[in-house]
């Protein structure tokens, strides 16, 4: 990896999670568990079986707050890539947001004055979480399939990256709806910690859920274009 890059294969785990709380979250969507030791990023990753760097790429796009790719396509494993994809995928759908979910009712749910706020919210809510449902299994069912037909030579000449970028909508809209309404329109009553947890939930989601986006729009397609590209020029 390049030098100028914030991590290398040979910074320690344990330094990257105290620089960057946030890559926390990107690294068990890699299948890295916590007990770091003292080991570093390379022989955490070789420790996994997970090719280092793609790891990198990724921890480095993110935290360094990248737009583009830094790295030639040939540096990634896609196999890598669209596993940290989908782990990221059924963190989001099988147990972030059913969790808020559940605490949404709680926190809501305190006097009969507050039904229509119950009923608004997760109205907001089921519809966001239905979007992401949507756009995230298009890409498990689509996209990943045609990507890893691709890189074994198998190129589907009726589908590009293209098509899915087209498709590709912000579908963290309705969360940030749903923010704006508990902080502007919520009748409270003192103070509501369990509300307070809650919306601290939704921000958070909402942030992971911008930097998952990023990692599609701005690392993910652009390697799999070149791919197709080269492919193309092949034939």
């Not at 040979?10 to 979250?25: A, F, P, R």
């Not at 890699?30 to 022989?43: A, I, K, P, Q, Y």
């Not at 990692?215 to 492919?231: L, N, S, Y």
């Amino acid at each position: 990896m390049p030098s100028q890059h914030k991590f290398t294969s040979k910074t320690k785990m344990s330094e990257l999670i105290n620089e960057d709380v946030s890559l926390l979250s990107c690294i068990s969507r890699f299948g890295v568990s916590l007990g770091f030791r003292d080991n570093t990023v390379e022989e955490t990753c070789e420790a996994n079986q997970i090719d280092t760097n793609t790891f990198l790429a990724v921890v480095n796009f993110l935290s360094e707050g990248n737009v583009e790719l830094n790295e030639t396509y040939n540096k990634i494993s896609i196999a890598s890539l669209i596993n940290y994809l989908q782990n990221a995928h059924t963190y989001f759908l099988e147990y972030k947001l059913p969790s808020i979910r559940t605490k949404l009712i709680d926190a809501v749910a305190t006097t009969d004055q507050n039904i229509p706020y119950n009923v608004v919210f997760l109205k907001y809510f089921d519809e966001y979480v239905l979007e992401v449902k949507k756009h995230m299994e298009y890409e498990n069912r689509i996209v990943f399939p045609y990507v890893l037909n691709l890189i074994n030579g198998n190129q589907n000449q009726k589908y590009n990256i293209s098509i899915f970028e087209d498709q590709h909508a912000e579908v963290e809209t309705k969360l940030i709806e749903l923010k704006n309404i508990l902080v502007k329109y919520y009748p409270a009553k003192g103070t509501n910690y369990m509300l307070n947890d809650v919306l601290f939930d939704l921000l958070w989601c909402e942030k992971d859920l911008a930097s998952h986006n990023q990692v599609e729009d701005f690392f993910f397609v652009p390697v799999i274009d070149a791919i197709e590209k080269q492919q193309n020029t092949q034939k």
